[in-house]
Every structure is written in structure tokens, then in C-alpha cells.
């Protein structure tokens, strides 16, 4: 048997921040960064929730558990029956790893200003510690509510647009095809790559008027993908992500051609199907559409474009691949990948 269940109430559209006002919350928690705290949203945010409430402003990129620690601590203090988490990935992600650490319940909803993780309506956080990514999945970090307000993403770096971008493609690739894939979620799935496709490189030349599909894109790859499971390209992601400090979605695109054609024996049929929907001509039409929308978007094509020493990698080739094998994506993945194929897609990379 198989399920698919949408957990989380979407607010999207015009004024969608309008939401806040009905919470009905006593106690609100804002867990953002100090950008998001600085320019006065946060405050903004809170006034909104016509309660108390405090701002928690220390979140970083790849929350780490002493920066969840210091969260819980606040939790401890504050008592709140409300989370909200603004900000991109980090943010969101933070929130929930300070759910699931604290005894105390919240509400959480999640209000996301970068259009990439999916993190609003997933199970999924991803946690560092000592340079290691532990990604967290559990079904209790599902946000309540996302609220998708294009008025958050109209200063958008082009940097941030272009990773985050390239994560929304990899999330609905590797969800067409992965172990728990169903129409459901490939419905999900197909519809946001065809959007993101199209609009992320209008969006990364300038035109802020496709940002808002381009967010609500990102939302559907993350309900696909919560559903369907990820795979190979994220377990090897979050393996390098975690030695090397680059961008999640970065990587990503580094690694997507390479993934395709090691899955593509295994999952024909979702490939194509895929490549069908978006007009293009089979799984050698993906993948140069991967290669193509990579160039417009500026983003490397190699580990070692992306600034990585191809000895530094070589040296740290073993334990990547270890920690990839051991990656929860990997179970997920639609044909089984050993140590040696993480460290035959490793090589690829370089
Ligand atoms: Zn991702």
C-alpha cells in the first residue's frame, strides 16, 4: 500500500502574509537570521501575529546542534505555542531540528524567502555537526502552514536563485524516479520541473514577475519529493556539502547529468515520461537540459569549477562515499549504489 497526504496548508498569492493575522497563537517564536531581523521583517512578522512575541536571529547556513542548543534554550525560556520560520532552507530547517530536540510542542509554520529546499512541506531537515550532515526525517517536522508571499522575493541574490533553483530540479528529478515515486507525486514533480525549466532563467536575468511561480515550483518539487523519496544526487550531495561547504544545490547540478545516466537502466520509463512532458528528446534531452539551464545559469559544471582542489577531494574520496552509502537518499534511489559507484560518480565530478 501506498499514501500520499498534503500536511501542510499553502498560503500563496497576493497578500499572503494576510495569514498570520488569523494564528489565533498566544506565543510566537521568530526563528530567522540577522538580514531577516536587520531590515525590520521579522518585527514586521511578529506585529502581524497580533501576540507576544520574540525573535530568535542567530540562525546560520547548515544549522549546526549547537546553534539548535541555543534555540531549544529560548524555547526553554519563551514557551512558545508558535514557530515561525523566515528565512531560506537554514531557517526552516533550524526550526524543525529545535521541534524535535525541545520537549516542549509548537505549531510550526514555515515562511520561506528563497525558492529552493521544499523544506515547508517536508519531513526533512538537514543538520551539521563536526562537518557531517545528518539529514533529520520525521514525520512531526512537517510545517502547519507555508506561506509563499512573493513580496519576500523581489531582492533575491542571483547567486541564491540559481542554486536554490538548480535543488528544485534535482528534487523533481529524483523524485519521478525513486523508490516511493506515484502519480501522485509524480504530478507534483513533472509540473515543477516544466515551470522551473522555463522561468529560472528569466528569473536569474532579472524579471522578478516569474518569481512567484518559480516559489510555488519549489514547494511542489518538495511535496513530490516528500512523498517519493530522493536519491543517489542527494546522498552524494550532502556527502560533499558537508566536507567542502558548498552549495547544496550547486553540487547538485555538478552531479545531476552523471546521476541520470547511472539511473537511467533502472528507471527508463520516468525519465522519458518526464522528458516527454517538458518537450524534450528522451533521457539524452534531460540531460542536456540539466547541462544547458546549468550554463545559464552560471553555475559550475565541474567540483573543480566550483573551486574545489581535485587532490582535496581525492583525499577525502573514501569517506564522502561512506557517508553517502549511509545517507537515508540512497535507500530511495531507484537502483541500489555501492561505495565504488559513489566514488565512479565522485571521479566524474572532479
Ligand atoms: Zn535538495
Do not use: W
Request: glycine content about 8%.
Amino acid at each position: 500500500m501506498q499514501t500520499f497526504a498534503l500536511q501542510t496548508k499553502l498560503c500563496f498569492g497576493e497578500n499572503a502574509l494576510d495569514a498570520l493575522s488569523s494564528l489565533q497563537a498566544q506565543r510566537v517564536l521568530i526563528v530567522t537570521d540577522r538580514f531577516f531581523a536587520e531590515n525590520g521583517i521579522a518585527e514586521q512578522i511578529g506585529k502581524r501575529c497580533g501576540c507576544e512575541f520574540r525573535i530568535f536571529s542567530e540562525v546560520q547556513p547548515d544549522p549546526a546542534l549547537t546553534l539548535i542548543a541555543q534555540g531549544v534554550q529560548v524555547m526553554q525560556d519563551f514557551s512558545p505555542d508558535t514557530l515561525i520560520a523566515l528565512g531560506g532552507g537554514s531557517a526552516i530547517d533550524c526550526a524543525k531540528g529545535m521541534l524535535s530536540m525541545s520537549d516542549k510542542d509548537a505549531c510550526l509554520i514555515a515562511v520561506p524567502t528563497s525558492s529552493g529546499t521544499g523544506s515547508e512541506v517536508t519531513s526533512f531537515a538537514i543538520l551539521s555537526h563536526d562537518g557531517v550532515k545528518h539529514p533529520l526525517v520525521n514525520d512531526a517536522l512537517r510545517p502547519r502552514m507555508a506561506i509563499l508571499d512573493a513580496s519576500l522575493l523581489q531582492k533575491l541574490p542571483k547567486s541564491l536563485i540559481a542554486d536554490a533553483g538548480m535543488d528544485v530540479l534535482a528534487h523533481c528529478i529524483e523524485a519521478v524516479a525513486a523508490k516511493n515515486a506515484s502519480p501522485f507525486s509524480e504530478a507534483f514533480a513533472v509540473c515543477a520541473f516544466r515551470k522551473a525549466l522555463e522561468l529560472l532563467p528569466k528569473s536569474y536575468r532579472g524579471d522578478s514577475s516569474v518569481r512567484e511561480t518559480v516559489h510555488c515550483a519549489a514547494t511542489m518539487a518538495g511535496v513530490a519529493f516528500d512523498s517519493a523519496g530522493l536519491g543517489a544526487c542527494h546522498a552524494l550531495s550532502h556527502a560533499i556539502g558537508g566536507t567542502f561547504h558548498l552549495a547544496h544545490g550547486r553540487i547538485n547540478g555538478i552531479l545531476l547529468p552523471h546521476i541520470i545516466t547511472l539511473n537511467a537502466p533502472a528507471c527508463t520509463p520516468s525519465y522519458n515520461g518526464l522528458a516527454g512532458m517538458c518537450g524534450l528528446s528522451g533521457i539524452a534531452g534531460l540531460r542536456l537540459a540539466i547541462m544547458r539551464v546549468r550554463k545559464q545559469l552560471e553555475l559550475p559544471a565541474t567540483l573543480h569549477e566550483a573551486g574545489l582542489e581535485r587532490n582535496a577531494v581525492l583525499r577525502e574520496a573514501e569517506a564522502i562515499s561512506e557517508a553517502a552509502v549511509n545517507d537515508p537518499c540512497t535507500l530511495t534511489n531507484p537502483r541500489p549504489v555501492t561505495k565504488s559507484d559513489y566514488l565512479a560518480l565522485l571521479r566524474s565530478a572532479l
